[in-house]
Structure formats: C-alpha cells, structure tokens
C-alpha cells in the first residue's frame, strides 16, 4: 500500500497527464491555443473524476480500473482524447509517455501473477 505522500503526488502527476492530453488534442483539432468550452468541460470532468477515485492507491491508470466511473458521453470523449494523444505524447512530453509505458508493463506483469 502506498502512503499519503505517494497518493498525493500520483494523484497530481495523473491530474497533469490528462490536462496536457487533452491540451495537445483540443490544440491539433479544434485550433485553440487555449482549451476550447468542450474540451474545458472534459478537463474539469476528468479532474474531478481522478480526485474523487477511492482506488488511486491499488490502480495505474483509469484504463486499468474495474470500475469505470465516467458517464457513457464523457467516456467516449476521453478515449477520443487518449486515442488521439496517447502516440503523439512520446513527441511532446516524452517523460511522461514512457512512465506510463513503465507502469503499463509493470501492470501487465502483476496481472499475470
């Protein structure tokens, strides 16, 4: 089990990942320097999703999790959002695409167990 401090700065670091996710894709599709009303509300929807979790401490990525807490509609968003950003993040925020490549491969690898 992971200690407060740990939750606490996973928490923050999964709160950036997603914001610069969803930055990079309202930028390339929607031509907006800032986040446009949409991907604004998605933004404040998935922040308020990850600080609400209650297993922050056991999951890696909100991918992983057995409970999918987004409505239908946001959820969708939020996968076109990954879909598009995800292979593009290598390119613009390379430390955090490999870390989550890591933590993706340690997951897989407890699965199995």
Request: aromatic share 8%; hydrophobic share 30%.
């Amino acid at each position: 089990m992971m200690n407060k401090a740990k939750i606490t700065r996973k928490l923050q670091h999964e709160r950036e990942v997603v914001r610069d996710m969803i930055a990079l894709y309202c930028r390339n599709n929607h031509g907006t320097k800032e986040l446009c009303d949409k991907c604004r509300e998605l933004a404040g929807y998935a922040d308020q999703r990850t600080l609400k979790c209650p297993f922050m401490a056991e999951k890696s990525f909100c991918s992983q999790c057995k409970v999918h807490c987004y409505k239908p509609e946001m959820r969708e968003r939020i996968r076109q959002v990954m879909r598009y950003s995800g292979p593009r993040m290598i390119f613009h925020h390379p430390i955090a695409a490999l870390r989550h490549l890591y933590y993706t491969q340690i997951e897989k690898l407890n699965s199995n167990k």
